[in-house]
């Protein structure tokens, strides 16, 4: 830069330099559908690319097609150079109404609102309207009457409130409201279209112009996690295939889960399906081709069982009375420990050393094997005496172990003295009456049920409709 007198000569090639804090720190570009920063607009240029652009953009200004406009009051803009050739935005009509301009506080959110309002106008969102509209037409499932862009929806019960979606359509699976998501749909507008449509019992669609998986904003995020990691996207090649065959086809985005070695990791996958295969779910205001959900709960009921098992061939191999607590096998009680707090679930550090958790354990074991696991009993019947000497926190978890493991003949045909029958009878009467000794240890239920799922379920059920109290 040569700075002689008043006159500043840029080099031609070198890049444009914008002034410090500008008044109107971003513009939209109307075709593109973009908020930009002005300063990082004018940086990205060449100079005399810039000074091209320039003239371009106030030619379309005055014929009233401007290319970008003040994201916060919406007004036409186009660039001006200061004495030193630097640059900035300014106002087609500089009033001092704007709040950048006044430098008015405007909150986050209203800031927000103001851009997506401005968005509403760009080429690419009339583009989006457009592509979705055509789609529709050439289904024979929507009703071509009741296809329309921008028009008001009210609610059923309020007639103050309304919505006005991009395009809106009836089919034969219901009302839908299309949105297009533009690149700033701020989540409060989500959230109030979702509840909307939810209270009206129609289903509201957001589609995208293009999704890259790797370039995602915060929007397309709101957008994809609460849609069952699934967005659906128009463009050509649907609209194409939509008319060709005569349904409404999208392009779908979404993330497989795949269990690897005990963690999940997610593949992007993308395929062009019929709108007919998209499910949609109003309650949750979600339609999505792929079920990431369910599958990432396989993947999670996969990795439990796993450790369930862990824990199960554990117990069995180390627990026995000789091998209890040794220091080989407490670094990998440890590991199992800390797999398990994970998954919010609290056992001892030393299972050996706690008698209530190792009375539990050896308990809902042998019932379930029907012979003794950590005990040096042959017989189920031992088992079942030796829990209600020394175990009757454990006895109730023992008995729907035994239920669950389809055991209770067994225990049965064992009893040849008919003393286990008789030491039920007195139990039973003791529990009714709410004798503490068979309250369940509060502290060991959360990994019973995570252990034995059907065993604390079949406990839990049964604490609670005899309001007994967990210790
Ligand atoms: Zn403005």
């Given at each position: 830069m040569i700075?002689?007198?008043h006159n500043?000569?840029?080099?031609?090639r070198a890049f444009a330099a914008p002034v410090d804090n500008p008044e109107i720190a971003e513009v939209i570009d109307l075709i593109s559908g973009e908020v930009q920063r002005a300063t990082t607009f004018i940086a990205a240029h060449r100079y005399s690319e810039l000074v091209e652009a320039r003239v371009a953009m106030r030619e379309a200004m005055k014929e009233g097609r401007p290319r970008h406009t003040c994201a916060i009051c919406g007004t036409p803009v186009h660039l001006v150079a200061n004495m030193r050739k630097r640059f900035f935005f300014r106002h087609k009509t500089e009033d001092g109404s704007c709040p950048a301009v006044t430098r008015s506080s405007l909150s986050e959110e209203e800031i927000r609102a103001r851009k997506y309002h401005g968005l509403r106008e760009s080429e690419a969102h009339k583009r989006i309207k457009y592509l979705i509209e055509r789609s529709l037409r050439a289904d024979p499932a929507f009703?071509?009457?009741?296809?329309?862009?921008e028009k008001r929806w009210n609610a059923t019960d309020d007639p103050h409130t309304w919505r006005k979606p991009d395009v809106q359509a009836t089919s034969t699976e219901g009302r839908f409201a299309f949105e297009a998501q533009l690149s700033t749909t701020f989540l409060d507008v989500v959230v109030s279209r979702r509840m909307f449509y939810r209270d009206v019992g129609a289903h509201l669609i957001w589609v995208l112009a293009s999704f890259s998986e790797d370039y995602r904003r915060m929007t397309t995020d709101d957008l994809l996690f609460s849609n069952n990691s699934n967005v659906?996207?128009?463009d050509e090649e649907t609209v194409r295939l939509s008319e060709e065959t005569k349904q409404f086809h999208l392009r779908c985005h979404y993330r497989i889960p795949f269990c690897n070695g005990g963690s999940i990791t997610d593949k992007w996958q993308e395929s062009v399906v019929p709108f007919s295969a998209v499910k949609k779910e109003i309650d949750q205001q979600r339609a999505y081709y792929f079920d990431y959900?369910?599958?990432?709960?396989?993947c999670h009921e996969s990795f439990d069982q796993q450790l369930r098992d862990e824990v199960i061939a554990y117990w069995a191999a180390n627990m026995t009375r000789q091998m209890e607590g040794s220091p080989e096998h407490q670094d990998r009680w440890l590991a199992i420990k800390k797999k398990l707090a994970e998954r919010n679930v609290i056992v001892p550090t030393r299972p050996a050393w706690d008698g209530g958790f190792k009375g539990m354990m050896h308990a809902v074991l042998s019932a379930l094997k029907g012979r003794g696991v950590g005990w040096q009993f042959d017989t189920l019947i031992q088992c079942a005496h030796q829990t209600a000497q020394m175990h009757p926190e454990?006895?109730?978890a023992f008995a729907f172990a035994v239920e669950v493991a389809g055991h209770k003949?067994?225990?049965?045909?064992?009893?040849?003295?008919?003393?286990?029958a008789s030491r039920c009878k007195t139990m039973r009467v003791q529990l009714l009456k709410g004798d503490p000794r068979y309250t369940p240890p509060q502290q060991w239920m959360p990994a019973l049920s995570f252990l034995f799922p059907e065993v604390g379920a079949r406990l839990a059920e049964f604490v609670r409709r005899k309001g007994l109290s967990t210790s």
């Open positions: 700075f002689t007198g500043v000569t840029i080099e031609a009703d071509t009457e009741t296809i329309i862009q659906l996207v128009v959900g369910a599958q990432e709960a396989k454990s006895l109730l003949e067994l225990l049965e045909s064992q009893d040849s003295t008919g003393k286990w």
